[in-house]
């Protein structure tokens, strides 16, 4: 099995796979104890053999594999690549590998439902079954077994095939387009860019008092803060309840700050209190016109829910004829938004490929120009009396 330890041997790889037409990769990492992920190893194949790198070895100089990553002429091949996009972005200064196939995405456009995995598709397109005994392996060891490397490659070798399958049927169905939206939403950087002032965006808390708001605006941004300089996770220096109650309460002493539940022994009293005190007079202190709010859920009225319910079943049976995953289609927040505002809603599956696909009916069946019937035992869209 090929394992890169140098620069040297990284560098020639690199070379000869830029004459590739596309590479499958995959990363290996561990971030269980850290905030940012640690990149342990990187899996890439060519049209012939597979290679594990390994970023941790001593001098090792990955920038020859990145430029690979950007050249415009050789496809990246992954498999559900958001968070292998996400360490690549930190790991490059804030560049995307591109261009960039996701097989995960190209099988929910060729109907294998959402967010397969790896292993069953696999199973399914190969009828291989792979071995997951190292899934939950400690990457960062050194040296690696000959069993991790085994697993490792197998996530890209594998791949290629997966890859060639899933293109064909795409190709075949002339649903190319529909998965280039897709693939553009997963370079868009913006989504792997930490904003800490966001981070209470995140947390789960039942209310829309905008004092309170911003209270956990500043203590979320505080920990979210403390967290990346410690590389620690986040819920290491307060979990999210913890959060929302302080939020809710506000307490301004140490000593209030010490009363309040999923508070740790002694933490009121240490330097990481004292921060978190300052954290919330500040939020305490925003201006009113500076308060954050969250925005409500619009409120349908009870005579809408058949409505959406008649639009959830015609989004069903749209995605099993044509043998798409609904995900890509509409989300049930866009199925309540049609129900209520048709066209108006300008949601995604009011226009492009969605719109033929299934917003096109689905506006004709809220407006009554279309019915669900049954007929010989199965659902069927036909015109209304």
Known sequence: MSLITTSKELKSLCTR????????????????????????????????????????????????????????????????????????????????????????????????????????????????NLDKSSRFTDWAQRPLTSKQLKYALADVTHLRVIYEKLSAKIETRKRTT??????????????YISRPEEAWGRIKIQTN???????????????????????VPRGRILKDDALAELAKHAPTTKEAIGKMRNMQNGFAGSEKGAQLLEAIHRGLKIPEKDLPKREPRPSFSPGLAPTIDLLRVLLKLKCEESKVA?????????????AAYGKESGVAAMSGWRFKLFGKDALELRDGKLALAIKDNRLKLVKAP
């Open 209 to 231: 008092k905008q004092r309170t708001l911003g209270v956990l605006k500043e203590i979320a941004m505080w920990r979210e803060l403390t967290a990346q300089k410690a590389n």
């Open 326 to 338: 609904s995900k890509l289609i509409a989300k049930t927040e866009d199925i309540e938004l049609i």
């Open 17 to 128: 796979l830029k004459k590739a037409e596309f590479i499958t990769v995959d990363t290996e990492f561990i971030r269980e104890r850290t905030y940012w992920a640690r990149l342990c190893l990187i899996q890439v194949a060519g049209p012939d053999d597979a290679f594990a790198i390994d970023p941790l070895a001593e001098g090792m100089d990955l920038s020859p594999l990145y430029d690979l990553f950007q050249n415009k002429k050789v496809l990246k091949v992954f498999h559900a690549c958001r968070q292998d996009l996400e360490i690549l972005f930190k790991e490059t200064g804030g560049k995307l590998p591109t261009p960039l196939f996701d097989t995960q995405v190209a099988a929910m456009v060729c109907g294998f439902g959402e967010q397969i995995s790896y292993e069953v598709l696999v199973n399914t397109l190969l009828k291989k």
């Open 178 to 191: 529909w998965i280039k939206d897709e693939f553009k939403k997963l370079l868009d950087k913006e989504i």
